[in-house]
């Protein structure tokens, strides 16, 4: 058997044990501490968090959101096909890319974060967080799909695997994406990493048109 199918077999093993432990242990602090004095695997995994009237079970609720996003995930693919596709091409050129992709969309959270903040101390430009923060929003989870994507069927073409369905490979990247997300801590750092990676291949590639950014029309009669 291919290695590589291998390899895709024992990640995607892997990504289902985190989001097992990410649900039922919650990976907060208090689980941990647990584990840590001694105090066993069996008491957290099934007495932390239970679920209330006010309070949905974290099992059901971290199943539910990777769902959404899925399904979500394969509503971008089929408005933006053509779009995803150039985005992949731009995340797959090189480390170096990457790091300034990555840079970009850091520098874009910051400048609407201080938008923001400068715009709170004015009623009449308040309403430009709530757009700005939309359009960020949107942009990076538009760019969290095509990464997803693009590992998809990277690991996949790798396994010699690439006549599978593309929602097979969104598939396959958002599980491994997701899951490490969910880790305790490393997780909020990957976030952030994964979500200015989004934002910023969204703005490098003008939205996935491939086209420049250029003030140049501007200047045209």
Do not use: C
Request: charged share 10%; hydrophobic share 60%.
């Amino acid at each position: 058997m291919n290695r590589w199918r291998i390899l895709i077999v024992l990640l995607v093993l892997i990504a289902l044990v985190l989001l097992i432990l990410a649900a039922w242990l919650g990976w907060d602090v208090r689980s941990v501490s647990r584990l840590a004095r001694g105090g066993g695997f069996i008491q957290p995994l099934f007495s932390h968090r239970l679920a209330t009237i006010h309070q949905v079970n974290p099992f059901f609720s971290t199943i539910g959101a990777f769902i959404t996003l899925y399904l979500a995930g394969i509503l971008v693919l089929l408005i933006l096909p053509v779009q995803i596709h150039r985005m992949g091409q731009a995340l797959s050129n090189s480390a170096l890319r990457l790091l300034r992709i990555f840079l970009v969309g850091l520098l874009a959270a910051v400048l609407v974060g201080a938008i923001g903040i400068g715009s709170a101390l004015a009623i009449s430009t308040f309403p430009l967080t709530i757009i700005l923060g939309g359009l960020l929003f949107v942009s990076g989870f538009v760019g969290f799909v095509a990464i997803a994507f693009t590992l998809g069927r990277a690991l996949l073409r790798r396994a010699e695997w690439q006549q599978t369905s593309p929602l097979i490979s969104l598939l396959l990247g958002l599980l491994l994406l997701y899951s490490l997300g969910e880790i305790l801590l490393v997780g909020v750092l990957l976030n952030v990493v994964f979500i200015s990676l989004g934002i910023g291949v969204v703005i490098t590639t003008r939205f996935g048109s491939g086209v420049a950014w250029s003030l140049s029309p501007l200047k045209e009669d």
